[in-house]
């Protein structure tokens, strides 16, 4: 399943800049929750592929480090555990300059039982960070680092919020009827990972920085 969401990002000397802002009107490949249906979605498919459905790609930033978060297999009931899965390769593309649909960096996550076991921990190695050396190598469900960088992968609550029934009412009515104390996803949970890095490792000069995220299915374990 794939996601690509572009984000836009000046980097100015004021602190209080905006990094990430959608860069006026334009056409994106996209996809959320549960898409594309006939692959992901139990309500089309009998054999949803959870784990190689990203649902969102979120970006945030402060004076020294950019935040990235990439959510996936979900909306899960809280009851399920995190999907993990070694047969797909997560993608994190960075383009920092011209042309934008290129990237210029590109961090790649997957998982893995711990060697030579069947039904051991998980774990997860991360490829391709500018800075690291090698890889960072280690367990799910707690925070790694190494070489200034940070990184967690596990089960989190679906941060996402939507009025599913406000959507559903709005169709139905022809007139709006969200709500916001009203969130389909609030009792949800979903898989991520998360990365936070030094913005000096990814800017280049005063160019626009743009993000987006996509999943591939493998053969085996560790590509690579």
Same mark, same amino acid.
């Given at each position: 399943?794939?996601?690509? %969401?572009?984000?836009? /990002?000046?980097?100015?000397? $004021?602190?209080?800049?905006p990094l ?5 009107? *334009?056409?994106?490949?996209a996809?959320?929750?549960l898409?594309?249906p006939?692959r ?10 959870f784990p190689a459905?990203i649902a969102?790609?979120?970006?945030t930033?402060?004076a020294t480090k950019i935040?990235m978060?990439v ?5 899960a ?9 070694p047969?797909v %390769?997560y993608t994190? /593309?960075?383009?920092?300059? $011209?042309p934008r649909?290129?990237a210029?960096t590109?961090?790649?996550? *997957?998982?893995?039982r711990e060697?030579g076991t069947?039904?051991g921990?998980?774990g997860?190695r991360?490829r391709g ?15 790694l680092e ?15 919020f ?13 007139t709006l009827?969200?709500?916001n104390d009203r969130?389909f996803?609030?009792?949800q949970?979903i ?6 890095i030094?913005r000096?490792r990814?800017?280049?000069?005063s160019?626009?920085l743009?993000?987006?995220t996509f999943?591939d299915r493998?053969g085996g374990q560790f590509?690579?």
């Amino acid at each position: 399943m794939t996601k690509r %969401l572009v984000l836009t /990002a000046f980097v100015l000397t $004021a602190l209080a800049a905006p990094l990430a802002y959608f860069a006026g009107e *334009q056409a994106l490949p996209a996809a959320d929750h549960l898409d594309p249906p006939a692959r992901t979605n139990p309500s089309n498919d009998s054999t949803p592929d959870f784990p190689a459905d990203i649902a969102d790609l979120y970006v945030t930033h402060d004076a020294t480090k950019i935040t990235m978060i990439v959510t996936f297999g979900g909306p899960a009931a809280p009851s399920l555990p995190a999907r993990y899965d070694p047969n797909v %390769l997560y993608t994190v /593309a960075i383009s920092n300059q $011209a042309p934008r649909t290129t990237a210029d960096t590109a961090i790649t996550f *997957q998982f893995a039982r711990e060697t030579g076991t069947t039904d051991g921990p998980w774990g997860v190695r991360v490829r391709g960070v500018p800075g690291v050396t090698g890889d960072i190598i280690g367990s799910v469900e707690r925070t790694l680092e190494k070489d200034g960088v940070r990184v967690f992968a596990g089960l989190t609550d679906d941060p996402f919020f939507f009025d599913s029934q406000g959507l559903r009412e709005s169709r139905e009515m022809g007139t709006l009827r969200f709500r916001n104390d009203r969130d389909f996803f609030g009792a949800q949970n979903i898989t991520a990972f998360v990365i936070e890095i030094p913005r000096d490792r990814l800017e280049n000069g005063s160019n626009a920085l743009d993000f987006w995220t996509f999943s591939d299915r493998l053969g085996g374990q560790f590509n690579g």
